[in-house]
């Protein structure tokens, strides 16, 4: 399932960035000492006690500002605390609180969602430092010092202690987001899979603004389609509304388990729809490209294979793709989806045996040897999976920077042709032997 996401919020230059990189392990967000630095959302996968999530860093909040650009920064900091699991809510120890920090905190108590309080810049503890801090009525402060690395665990246990009690709380089910291009028929499709008019459903652009999750049960089953706004090039966004619809399905396809890429047949695949398929595999996200408006082609015996001939060659950088042809107006294949999805799911999910991934590798490397570089060839020691949601392989090798690319797409060909990963990208990363003995 996705990882929860912690978004971090608060007024401009309390240090939210300092925190997102000393979590992250590595300079991501950029610091400086003024306000504004940090405009859009970042985010970066972590883990801590155990529990993989995604955090990400948001601009600072100005709710009283007319500046165009603060808007935009508390903007995008509000579609981030929408989707946000838990959130980490950030003051200045050294300023104290201010009427931003105020309006803030009344906003994120209406928003009814885990907050941690989070106070930064307190280099020398001490309880009196922390006390007007109640005020804001968000519960207990925490002390940090995000410069030196202090009072960063108490506040990953604390967000970390809500995910646990989520888990309990409710029966997963299987997150499918329908992206694609405006008028495609994600919203048809969606209706069709609930077999209901959940969504409004019209030939004009842009009908649906926000992504709208709905569960439902099918044959024992549990899931929940989330339908989302169509994703236009960025030149061809008209208004601030649609701009933070498409922001909000870009967020859809993070938090989704399967990603269902819906193209309409009569246009083709686009450029635009190469672009979203790509942020899809960039996620990491099992996917189904979904070829819509099946019913109103013209074919003969060679229809379908002219248009996989075409998927092939666009979709060159991920040749693991699974396609299907349907019409969600007929409801044509319809019924296959969620199966199919549940399928490309499970591909994800799927391990490799340490001990035959091992010998599969070994025998791939003695039939083509790495290519020599400065006079060196790669060695591999020992791989192992370590992950899933994308299965993820790890070669421990005697020099990482002799893998080229090409030798690691002809691995990942190798474990391909072994092993069903289709619909689901993998990854293959390098990591020197005496780094981790």
């Known amino acids: 399932m996705a990882n929860p996401l912690v978004a971090i919020v608060g007024r401009p230059n309390v240090g939210k960035s300092t925190f997102f990189n000393k979590v992250a392990g590595r300079k991501i967000s950029i610091t400086e000492d003024r306000p504004g630095v940090t405009r859009d959302r970042i985010y ?13 860093d948001t601009g600072g909040i100005e709710l009283k500002s007319e500046d165009t650009m603060w808007i935009h920064i508390a903007r995008q900091a509000e579609v981030a605390i929408e989707t946000a699991d838990v959130i980490l809510f950030f003051t200045d120890g050294m300023e104290g609180l201010t009427t931003s920090d ?9 928003c009814k969602k885990p907050v941690v309080l989070v106070v930064n810049k307190i280099d020398d503890y001490s309880p009196d430092k922390l006390f007007e801090f109640y005020s804001l009525g968000l519960g207990e402060p925490y002390a940090v010092s995000s410069e030196h690395s202090q009072g960063i665990g108490d506040v990953l246990d604390e ?7 989520g888990e309990t709380e409710e029966v997963e089910s299987l997150k499918i987001a329908v992206v694609g291009k405006p008028n495609a028929g994600k919203s048809s499709l969606v209706n069709k899979l609930l077999g209901e008019d959940r969504s409004i459903v019209t030939n004009i652009a842009g009908t649906t603004r926000d992504a709208i999750d709905t569960t439902f049960d099918r044959n024992g089953k549990k899931y929940t389609i989330i339908d989302t706004a169509g994703i236009r090039r960025k030149r061809s966004v008209e208004d601030d509304v649609e701009y ?9 396809v993070r938090r989704a388990d399967v990603c269902m890429l819906v193209v309409d047949c009569n246009e083709g695949l686009t450029e635009q729809d190469v672009k979203i398929i790509g942020y899809v595999h960039e996620q990491g996200k099992p996917s189904l490209i979904v070829m819509n408006k099946w019913d109103v082609i013209e074919k003969d015996t060679h229809t ?9 060659q666009d979709l060159k950088f991920m040749d693991y793709y699974k396609s299907v042809y349907i019409s969600a107006k007929t409801g044509q294949r319809t019924e296959k989806l969620l199966s199919l999805a549940e399928e ?15 010998d599969l590798l070994m025998d791939a490397m003695r039939i083509s040897e790495p290519p020599s570089y400065l006079g060196r060839r ?4 020992y791989a192992s999976q370590v992950a899933v949601c994308p299965p993820m392989f790890v070669l421990f090798v005697n020099d990482d920077r002799l893998l080229h690319f090409s030798y690691q ?18 990854r293959i990363q390098v990591r020197n032997k005496k780094e981790d003995q």
Do not use: Q
């Open 44 to 56: 970066v996968d972590c883990e801590w006690r155990g529990k993989p999530f995604t955090l990400v």
């Open 159 to 165: 967000a970390v202690s809500y995910f646990e009690k």
């Open 378 to 381: 790669m060695k591999m020691y």
């Open 409 to 426: 797409r002809y691995l990942e060909n190798v474990i391909r042709d072994a092993y069903d990963f289709t619909g689901t990208p993998i």
């Open 304 to 312: 379908i294979l002219r248009f996989e001939e075409k998927l092939k």
């Open 244 to 252: 933070y619809s498409v922001l909000r399905a870009f967020d859809a």
């Open 102 to 110: 105020y309006d803030v905190a009344d906003k994120l108590r209406r």
């Open 344 to 358: 490309v799911y499970a591909h994800a999910n799927f391990r490799v045996p340490t001990g035959a991934l091992n």
